[in-house]
């Protein structure tokens, strides 16, 4: 991991236009109103007994909280924001704007912060689809207030 490319990154996309319409961007995907970067990408663990997928969660979350920690001397230190009450109020059918509600189905938990000068908020997430699929850094910055 590069801290100081995905700080880069993070960096554009708090300045960044956001797109009228939904679709995948340079760094990930982005709509109204969001960007998702994604920072970096495992290989999957379809193949693994369990190892591999344990060392790779704990190197994920290391890399979150470097990163993380060079975003709490920007901006002080991050709430810690579940995404769990998120995703079952949208299995309950409540409608939970993008990109919280979908965010909420493969990203547990975020690190969230209000980016001063930018009126914008920035997430650092690790996400998941299923146990044996990819982990991915990601990054979400946008102007839709947290559910």
Not at 111 to 129: C, E, K, M, Y
Request: aromatic letters at 8%.
């Amino acid at each position: 991991m590069t801290i100081a490319r995905h700080l880069d990154t993070i960096d554009r996309l708090c300045v960044e236009e956001f797109p009228a319409a939904h679709g995948r961007s340079d760094t990930g995907t982005a709509g109204p109103g969001y960007h998702v970067a994604e920072l970096g990408t495992s290989g999957d663990f379809w193949e693994d007994d369990g190892t591999q997928r344990e060392e790779t969660e704990v190197q994920f979350e290391a890399d979150r909280d470097a990163l993380s920690e060079r975003l709490t001397e920007r901006w002080g230190p991050p709430d810690v924001f579940s995404l769990w009450s998120v995703s079952g109020r949208c299995q309950e059918g409540e409608d939970i704007p993008e990109p919280w509600g979908p965010l909420s189905s493969h990203v547990p938990d975020v690190h969230l912060w209000q980016a001063n000068g930018h009126g914008r908020w920035v997430a650092l997430g690790i996400s998941q689809w299923d146990k044996e699929l990819p982990f991915q850094l990601i990054a979400l910055i946008t102007e839709i207030d947290p559910p």
